[in-house]
């Protein structure tokens, strides 16, 4: 395994990724102050989002489609309950996220720190984060073992998860 300095380092990849996400809070210096916003009730341009926006409109025109499974304790987490206000966005320019309780996953295997990328089926992105929810590091590897477990540990979140448009938080 080897650690990238971030995602960016990945940008040459063709494939559409598959992403796992664990956690019931995350806090990237890029997205605080918009939670603040939303926090306080004030209207997002989301601006700042236009970028990941175009990165999945080019997927979906060349026929690819992003996944993301996103793993919730319920109720929803404040950051939860933000991401899924924004979340018809990502959905709307070709990403397919889904939603599964955590409790459901009480047989489902994960592996690694829990947040992870596949790209291309051979190669995995392990995303670790600090208790605050700040990342910390980024490791690749395209160890057939790890691809193949990340690969298995996503379809079978993917499996029991709802569809967005579907979702509807306890």
């Known amino acids: 395994m080897r650690q990238i300095s971030s995602r960016a380092d ?4 063709c494939g559409a990724p598959r992403h796992l996400e664990t956690r ?9 102050p918009h939670l603040a916003r939303w926090r306080r009730g004030e209207p997002d341009d989301y601006a700042w ?15 690819r489609t992003c ?6 304790s319920e109720p929803l987490s404040e950051y ?14 070709g990403e397919d996220i889904r939603y599964v309780p955590r409790p459901r996953l009480t047989m489902t295997s ?10 291309d089926d051979n190669l995995v992105m392990f995303l670790h984060y600090a208790g605050n929810g700040t990342g910390t ?7 057939p073992h790890a691809a193949r477990a990340c690969q298995e540990a996503f379809d079978s979140v993917w499996q029991i998860a709802t569809p967005l448009r579907e979702y509807r938080p306890a």
């Open 10 to 13: 990945l940008s040459h990849l």
């Open 24 to 32: 019931d809070s995350y806090g990237t210096e890029t997205e605080l």
């Open 49 to 63: 989002l236009q970028r990941w926006l175009e990165m999945l409109r080019g997927h979906r025109t060349a026929g």
């Open 67 to 72: 996944r993301r499974a996103r793993v919730v």
């Open 80 to 93: 939860q309950q933000w991401v899924l206000s924004s979340a018809a966005l990502f959905a709307d320019a």
């Open 110 to 119: 994960l592996p690694g720190s829990g947040d992870f990328y596949v790209f």
């Open 137 to 143: 590091a980024f490791e690749i590897t395209d160890e």
